[in-house]
């Protein structure tokens, strides 16, 4: 049986700091532009996106090379706005994986006044990351190299390290639509390469929890936004295979971990 689309997606996806040094197509751009109108998820936390030329709003990154384009991931302030840009800015990459265009999720290594200032945001907003976004180069800058090397970005934890199964009546694990959806999860991309993302399963559902390892900043909690991405793969996967779910915010305490939400499968 072919492997889904969305599990491939997330195998092909990596992080793009190298660009051909060209600009996207007018197809490229409507249908970036489209797809952002479009966009929906499940917090209803007013996520909404900028796309932003390089050369007309005068921005860089120091970790880029090359990109023709940005995009800021935003939010409204409130609780659930990093989670949520997480799970709709994943929706977004993947979205520009599938049309072979290179992303990388940057929170950290920009200016962050700049490009809130390019976003235009009113006082009740907030931008939570940026992407590049555009032709990935052939060959990866020096630096690109460097900076995979130094987070190990191309190693990912086993499963048990990241997932709890507590329902050994139906061990998610023995079901091919939830080995794919944890798989994506495991893949997914995180700040620092920190894989922060814990789930346990038990008869009700999947709770989604953090393992916090980073701290948070003023402006923005990475790790949150991790989860949203992390959320957005296993859902996207249910999806896929036509699985109705419903994300709920439930919180079940466990020690050490904060909660995040639960998918219950319907
Ligand atoms: C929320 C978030 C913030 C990130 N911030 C940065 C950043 O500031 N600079 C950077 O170069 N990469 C950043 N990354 C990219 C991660 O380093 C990268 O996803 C991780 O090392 C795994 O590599 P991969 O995306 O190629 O699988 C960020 C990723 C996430 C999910």
Sequence with gaps: ???????????????????????????????????????????HAGVFFRFLNREEYGLSAPVLKGEPAYITICA???????????????????????MGLGTVWIGGTMDREAFTKASALSEDEMMVCITPVGVPAAKMSLRENLMRKGVK??????????????????PALQDALYIAALEAVRLAPSAVNKQPWR????????????ERSLKKTEEC?????????ALYQFCAGLEEKNQDFRIVIEPKEREGLEYIASVIAE
């Design 1 to 43: 049986m072919e492997e889904n689309r969305i599990l491939q997606l997330c195998r092909k996806r990596r992080s793009v700091r190298t660009f051909e040094d060209r600009p996207l197509s007018k197809e490229q751009t409507d249908e970036i532009r489209q797809f952002i109108e479009a966009m929906e998820e499940p917090f």
């Design 76 to 98: 409204k302030k409130g609780p659930y706005g990093d989670v949520a840009a997480g799970y709709a800015g994943e929706k977004l990459i993947l979205h520009l994986c599938g």
């Design 153 to 170: 970005s191309d190693r990912r934890f086993a499963m048990p390290a990241i997932f709890q199964e507590e329902d050994s009546l139906h």
């Design 199 to 210: 789930i346990v399963h038990d008869s009700e559902g999947f709770h989604f929890y953090l």
């Design 221 to 229: 909690d990475m790790q949150r936004v991790d989860l949203g991405i």
